[in-house]
């Protein structure tokens, strides 16, 4: 495995071996001794979660405050989504600063996003499958939302002129200067 430190050294990108031949391909989603080995981050995943979303759909941007915090493994398995990170850690060099990557069946990258910061994605085909693994269990008392076009974040979407499609909760999150933030 492969593993690539993004703009946030704690955030990773993880790229399995593929192995391909004229059957299709094989490869290792997950390994928790690889992962620990790579990675460094030694956590236990206690929920696995899988969403379709068409394109232009915008989910995101989301997060849990402890004791109820999430780190999370996403990646996709059919499709493409634009998968965008945001820093909300107050101590941290880069709070309030957003990273973004390419996400997709084809390229098989998985990002490990450590608790403290907001996750979404934007479907860039025309469906997308989404699969995630969660350091936390999910709680509704914890969970957050944070404005995926809050200027003061100024994440660049790829929308091409057209709107996302969003939830009533995602599109009336808070504001980075309103959210509770790590």
């Not at 593993?3 to 399995?16: N, S």
Request: charge should be neutral; glycine fraction near 6%; charged fraction near 25%.
């Amino acid at each position: 495995m492969k593993v690539t430190q993004t703009r946030f050294p704690d955030v990773l990108i993880l790229e399995p071996r593929v192995f391909r031949d004229e059957r299709g391909f094989f490869l290792e989603s997950f390994n928790q001794k690889v992962f620990s080995a790579a990675t460094g981050v030694d956590c236990s995943f206690v929920q696995d979660n899988h969403s379709k979303s068409y394109k232009n759909v915008l989910r995101g941007l989301h997060y849990q405050l402890p004791p109820k915090d999430q780190g999370k493994l996403v990646r996709v398995v059919q499709g493409e989504v634009f998968d965008v990170i945001v820093d909300l850690r107050k101590s941290s060099p880069t709070f309030g600063q957003w990273d973004a990557h390419t996400l997709s069946a084809e390229n098989a990258k998985q990002l490990w996003i450590p608790p403290g910061f907001a996750h979404g994605f934007l479907t860039l085909t025309d469906t997308a499958e989404f699969l995630y693994k969660t350091s936390n269990f999910w709680s509704a008392e914890h969970e957050r939302g944070l404005l995926w076009n809050d200027p003061a974040i100024g994440i660049r979407w790829p929308l091409e002129g057209k709107n996302p499609v969003l939830t009533i909760k995602d599109a009336q999150a808070p504001k980075l200067a309103e959210a509770d933030t790590f």
